[in-house]
């Protein structure tokens, strides 16, 4: 067990609707990235927080944004959903300079 | 751009054997590798890890080696049991980007009883 929970763990969408994935932690870990992961690839890194603050950002566009709360659980928010976005997203938290560990994600279908 | 592959994307051992999972980086500038395993429907698994300082680390039935000369990562397996049959990633953080690791495609390894 990573103490990562995710919800919901699986969602079915049409295209151009709004989504919001949502992540906790155990506590301590300041933490948290989000990622994309499609059938059969490695996951993307989609952006990280650090301390409710953006910190880095992979190739994806504004579309995709995220938060995170003061008791570090987060939120990913996807809106305009194209087919293309249908993956399993995956958080993952931890402490600064300190391996990440993941959750086991939502499996998000875009139709 | 930068890139984490994987030498073979399959891999099939006898249980009991040792298995060893290859991994090629191209960016010089990541100081910090993590090998993950991921089993079907859950998420990515924390093996090991090592800095860039270290050419070599030791875990339980598990170890890492670097060569940052060819820009190498290798996971070895010892006494490989059918429960480590699943997807092995390597992972690479590029210094000063914000924690963002960078995956290859995978690795899946296969134990034959």
């Known amino acids: 067990e990573t103490g990562v929970t995710q919800s919901p763990t699986h969602l079915i969408k049409t295209r151009g609707q709004q989504v919001t994935l949502r992540c906790s932690s155990q506590?301590?870990?300041?933490?948290v990235s989000w990622y994309q992961q499609a059938l059969g690839q490695g996951p993307q890194f989609i952006f990280q927080?650090?301390?409710?603050?953006?910190?880095g950002r992979g190739n994806f566009p504004p579309r995709f944004s995220g938060l995170q709360f003061p008791n570090y659980s987060s939120e990913l928010n996807v809106n305009a959903l194209e087919l293309d976005d249908s993956a399993l997203y995956l958080c993952a938290t931890g402490q600064h300079n300190s391996p990440l560990h993941f959750g086991n994600g939502t499996r998000l279908t875009v139709t | 751009g930068e890139s984490v592959g994987l030498h073979l994307p399959t891999l099939s051992v006898q249980e009991g054997d040792n298995s060893i999972i290859n991994c090629a980086y191209s960016n010089s500038a990541s100081d910090y590798f993590i090998w993950y395993k991921q089993e079907s429907g859950k998420g990515p698994q924390f093996i090991i890890d090592?800095?860039?300082?270290?050419d070599k680390r030791q875990g339980q039935r598990v170890t890492v080696l670097l060569n940052k000369t060819v820009k190498h990562l290798s996971l070895q397996i010892a006494a490989t049991q059918p429960g480590d049959s699943a997807v092995y990633f390597c992972?690479?953080?590029?210094?000063?980007?914000?924690?963002?690791?960078?995956f290859g495609q995978g690795t899946e390894l296969s134990v034959k009883p």
């Open positions: 090592i800095r860039s300082n270290m």
């Open positions: 927080y650090y301390r409710e603050e953006e910190n």
């Open positions: 992972a690479e953080t590029p210094y000063n980007q914000g924690g963002k690791l960078i």
């Open positions: 506590s301590g870990h300041n933490t």
